[in-house]
T-cell receptor, first 111, second 112 residues
Framework: DAKTTQPTSMDCAEGRAANLPCNHS???????VYWYRQIHSQGPQYIIH???NNETNEMASLIITEDRKSSTLILPHATLRDTAVYYC????????????FGKGTRLSVIA | ETGVTQSPTHLIKTRGQQVTLRCSSQ?????VSWYQQALGQGPQFIFQ???????GRGNFPPRFSGLQFPNYSSELNVNALELDDSALYLC???????????FGPGTRLTVT
């Protein structure tokens, strides 16, 4: 499994964009990059995933570098409810492998 | 569409006892995965069930076992509880080759 490196913690002012980086330099060509988040005392929540193109949905944008060795999750207008631990997870395109969670990045959105 | 539910929310057990945790999967999902999350750590994969059969297992001893029922709901059983089994237990449902897993709120188990 590809290893990931994420900052332990980050702060972001409410209303500003939150940019969460992830290094996944050993990712293989048949692995997506997935992002989940876990709000305190809740189960993890799927955010977005991508293979090599940038992706956007109603929650976030995902920017993947051309060499696929790193990615950035962007929350365009962070709110207090976005305070959570964010996990970057490489996952086989077969879609039938378990999620391997690291320690993630604890994002604190500050009023 | 009903989300993933888990019961109980919390429970306290004594070392050596056995426990059963329950999970109802999201409507239409045929696969259930269980994860253990120790305090301050990310969730760790225990096992996955698909059509009532175990379909993959993480690095957990045999005293962790499971069941999946025809309606795709699932149970996690842990025998001979140890203090280190204290954790949040999460279940997640999905389609077998689906890309998103939908997690329940978890069961907080405390072993004393």
């Amino acid at each position: 499994d590809a290893k990931t490196t994420q900052p332990t913690s980050m702060d972001c002012a409410e209303g500003r964009a939150a940019n969460l980086p992830c290094n996944h330099s050993t990712i293989s060509g048949n692995e997506y990059v997935y992002w989940y988040r876990q709000i305190h005392s809740q189960g993890p929540q799927y955010i977005i995933h991508g293979l090599k193109n940038n992706e956007t949905n109603e929650m976030a944008s995902l920017i993947i570098t051309e060499d696929r060795k790193s990615s950035t999750l962007i929350l365009p207008h962070a709110t207090l409810r976005d305070t959570a631990v964010y996990y970057c997870i490489p996952l086989s395109i077969s879609g039938n492998t378990p999620l391997v969670f690291g320690k993630g990045t604890r994002l604190s959105v500050i009023a | 569409e009903t989300g993933v539910t888990q019961s109980p929310t919390h429970l306290i057990k004594t070392r050596g006892q056995q426990v059963t945790l329950r999970c109802s999967s999201q409507s239409g999902h045929n696969t259930v995965s269980w994860y253990q999350q120790a305090l301050g750590q990310g969730p760790q994969f225990i096992f996955q069930y698909y059509r009532e059969e175990e379909n993959g297992r993480g690095n957990f001893p045999p005293r962790f076992s499971g069941l999946q029922f025809p309606n795709y709901s699932s149970e996690l059983n842990v025998n001979a509880l140890e203090l280190d089994d204290s954790a949040l237990y999460l279940c997640a449902s999905s389609h077998l080759h689906g890309y998103e897993q939908y997690f329940g709120p978890g069961t907080r188990l405390t072993v004393t």
